[in-house]
């Protein structure tokens, strides 16, 4: 069966900082990846989606970029922080595109 | 702009009572419909999948899907309160979902 796996679970940091996150999917050959942002009662935001390694589509403008260095590996990162950029990301995978998108654990960033 | 739009909610309902979620979305080329439940400080879990007109069951949730009135909605027989949570409705468009705000169900024993 197939897994994901977020790191770190939560983290607290401050304005200007760096950041790195990173997701793996297990149990499943080329997924298409994605990174969300979830704010304090809104919905969930599309930062990226990735179809292939090397392969990154960016939804919104911002100090945020992605990378898939290997093929169930996706990394979001920041050179610097802003406070804006708190919230729940959650990375997810599908099969392909329409399908169904499964859901990491989500990593909970607070910057201060 | 790509838009889907739910009711936000709270919605109560009593125990062992049927719940409704419903679900507007813009494009008409979307070939995709997902109900996900999101309880708090969790992420999102996959309830549904519907595809094609009409309803699909699964166990007590039934998704009912009207692409000509571009609607989706979620009906939660017997109810119980661990159904309390927020239900978020996903509709693909090209190779992304676009996902509503979510409708904040709680179910009182």
């Known amino acids: 069966s197939q897994t994901i796996h977020q790191w770190p679970a939560t983290l607290v940091q401050p304005v200007g900082s760096p950041l790195s996150l990173e997701c793996t999917v297990e149990?499943?050959?080329?997924?298409?990846l994605y990174w969300y942002r979830q704010a304090a009662g809104r919905g969930l935001q599309l930062l990226f989606y990735s179809v292939g390694i090397g392969q990154i589509s960016s939804e919104v403008p911002q100090n945020l970029s992605a990378s898939r260095p290997q093929d169930r590996q996706f990394i979001l990162s920041s050179k610097k922080l802003l406070l804006s950029d708190s919230g729940f990301y959650l990375c997810a995978w599908s099969v392909q595109s329409g399908n169904e998108q499964f859901f990491g654990p989500g990593t909970r960033l607070t910057v201060l | 702009q790509k838009e889907v739009e739910q009711n936000s909610g709270p919605l109560s309902v009593p125990e062992g009572a049927i719940a409704s979620l419903n679900c507007t979305y813009s494009d008409r080329g979307s070939q995709s419909f997902f109900w996900y439940r999101q309880y708090s400080g969790k992420s999102p879990e996959l309830i549904m999948s519907?595809?094609?007109?009409g309803d699909k069951e699964d166990g007590r949730f039934t998704a009912q899907l009207n692409k000509a009135s571009q609607y989706v909605s979620l009906l939660i027989r017997d109810s119980q309160p661990s159904d309390s949570a927020t239900y978020l409705c996903a509709v693909n468009g090209g190779n992304q979902f676009y996902f509503g705000t979510g409708t904040s169900l709680t179910v009182i024993p």
């Open positions: 519907i595809y094609s007109n």
């Open positions: 149990g499943t050959s080329n997924p298409n």
